[in-house]
């Protein structure tokens, strides 16, 4: 069974500080690895990586992977209250649509 | 406009009952799904239909049925409902391939209690 894990569960941090957020894989077949935000409702989509090595960025947040270690980080620099939020990790098996997720990373950003 | 949209978003209601979910995307997207989200907010597959056709079915009690009327719905009827039902049901649609062109878009969930 496919299978997903985030690392920390969770993560208290002072405005300003960078933060790493680790997701690691078993996926059959992998193709790509997803991540999203979650603030108090719908996830919403960060990044997809599928090429291992070439780090996407997005602002202050950037994510890269590693297909030997089988894993993915996604850093967050110079972090503000509004990166408060529950950070999902999803993996995706070829040839198929579903995304298998990880318990997620919950993160605290304080002043 | 909001692309992918769930009614209700709040759903409290008593063991045994029966109850539906409805979900409609207008992102023109061919395939649409059903998550769960438990109480350690882990999301876990329950559906998926493809332009009407259902291609993922997990391991969910067959108290849970999908219907998807055309590509755009997709709404689930859940029976004799029991407290483990409690969670938030997310729906979520993709146009072509997850994670190769894109990944999904969610809906804003549908929190239920069963009480």
């Known amino acids: 069974e496919d299978k997903v894990v985030q690392s920390p569960l969770s993560l208290v941090v002072h405005e300003g500080d960078t933060v790493t957020l680790n997701c690691s894989y078993e996926?059959?077949?992998?193709?790509?690895l997803l991540w999203y935000k979650q603030e108090k409702k719908a996830p919403t989509f960060l990044f997809m990586l599928?090429?291992?090595?070439i780090e996407k960025k997005s602002g202050r947040l950037s994510s890269i992977l590693d297909k030997k270690e089988l894993s993915s980080i996604l850093n967050i620099t110079a972090t503000q209250t509004g990166d408060s939020a529950i950070y999902l990790c999803?993996?995706?098996?070829?040839?198929?649509?579903?995304?298998?997720f990880g318990t997620g990373t919950q993160l605290k950003v304080e002043l | 406009d909001t692309a992918v949209s769930q009614t209700p978003k709040y759903l409290v209601t008593q063991m045994g009952n029966d109850k539906s979910i409805k979900c409609e995307q207008n992102?023109?997207?061919?395939?649409m799904y059903w998550y769960k989200q438990d109480s350690k907010k882990f999301l876990k597959i329950m559906f998926s239909?493809?332009?009407?056709?259902?291609?993922i079915n997990e391991t969910v009690p067959n108290r849970f049925s999908p219907k998807s009327p055309d590509k755009a719905h997709l709404n689930l009827h859940i029976n004799s409902l029991e407290l483990g039902d409690s969670a938030v049901y997310f729906c979520?649609?993709?146009?072509?391939?997850?994670?190769?062109?894109?990944?999904?878009?969610f809906g804003s969930g549908t929190r239920l209690t069963v009480v």
């Open positions: 979520a649609s993709s146009q072509g391939t997850p994670g190769l062109n894109y990944g999904y878009t």
């Open positions: 999803a993996a995706v098996r070829g040839g198929g649509n579903k995304l298998t």
């Open positions: 992102l023109g997207h061919d395939t």
């Open positions: 239909y493809n332009n009407k056709e259902l291609i």
């Open positions: 996926v059959t077949n992998f193709r790509s």
């Open positions: 599928t090429s291992s090595g």
